[in-house]
């Protein structure tokens, strides 16, 4: 998902990194033992005169599977989860309703499992992990 964000307009930048956990500094170790709760996620700052959140949840939604349980492509375990943070009680209706529209429309053919949860303390990843697509000549991770 980071080189997917970081290919649109008004993206200033991206990092990837461990939220949503109770554990302070995780690594990627830590993560992977699946006692901290956390998820491996995108921060993604923006301009919003240059892009909507609207498009940018748009792009969540086309480039992962909000379907699978603890999952996405190859890898599993409960740091895969699908969860959408937002920051500001404006971004949780705009994700909710965006959501619902996807529930609304039936896009997908199994019930979505995302979590739209409130922003916790971001800690960034190790630098290894960061534009890991990109550092191997790759611009894409498809999860079908």
Known sequence: MEETFRQIKGVAATSVGYSGGTLKNPTYEDVCGHATGHVEVVRVEYDPDQV????LLDVFWNNHNPTTM?????DYGSQYRSAVFFY?????AVARASLEKLRQN??????IVTQIELAREFYRAED?????LSKRGMNACHFK
């Not at 039936?106 to 019930?111: A, H, I, L, Q, V």
């Open 52 to 55: 909507a959140y609207e498009k």
């Open 88 to 92: 500001t009680p404006a971004q949780e």
């Open 70 to 74: 603890n999952q996405q492509g190859p």
């Open 106 to 111: 039936k896009k997908f053919s199994r019930p």
């Open 128 to 132: 290894y992990h960061q534009q890991y």
